[in-house]
């Protein structure tokens, strides 16, 4: 898998972006390629991309993972956040917001074939496309909590 993810992060660099292999150690349990990125106001970020473990009945076909934890944790849960989640969930064009009992991630499982992997124009679209949903649905999530938009204006700025 390393030289598949080695693949990967040769096709995010020659688009322009910073990435770092992270490789298995005691730490990490599983190697992954880390995609930096600026905001819209000019912060960096990071998405993570891996190939997950394969369920039952995937043997001719490798599943890439792309991560992003969000910025808030579940103790900023309320009704109203949980709404726009669900809300923003229906509209992704990839991947769900995913909420889980310490961190909420954007996640996206992609599907490749073993033998052909992926070519470099689908996964530049995917990786566009992923990014673009971190920034924009981020910034509305963070203005959300920050009590800067209602939900019915992070509703329309989503619509």
């Known amino acids: 898998m390393i030289e598949k993810l080695k693949k990967l992060q040769q096709i995010a660099q020659n688009i322009g972006y910073n990435v770092e292999l992270h490789l298995k150690n005691k730490e990490i349990s599983q190697e992954f390629i880390q995609v930096n ?41 309320t009704n109203e956040l949980l709404a726009l989640v669900f809300y923003m969930n229906g509209r992704l064009p990839i991947g769900h917001i995913n909420i889980q009992s310490e961190k909420t991630q954007l996640r996206y499982n992609y599907i490749v074939s073993k033998e052909n992997m992926m070519d470099e124009k689908s996964f530049k679209e995917i990786l566009a496309i992923f990014i673009g949903e971190i920034i924009i649905h981020t910034q509305i ?15 329309a700025k989503i619509s």
């Open 37 to 77: 990125f600026k905001d819209n106001n000019e912060n960096i970020q990071s998405c993570s991309l891996l190939f997950s473990p394969l369920g039952e009945g995937l043997q001719n076909n490798d599943i890439i993972t792309f991560y992003y934890h969000l910025p808030f944790t579940n103790s900023n849960l």
């Open 141 to 155: 999530i963070s203005d959300f909590i920050q009590k800067k938009i209602t939900l019915q204006e992070s509703f």
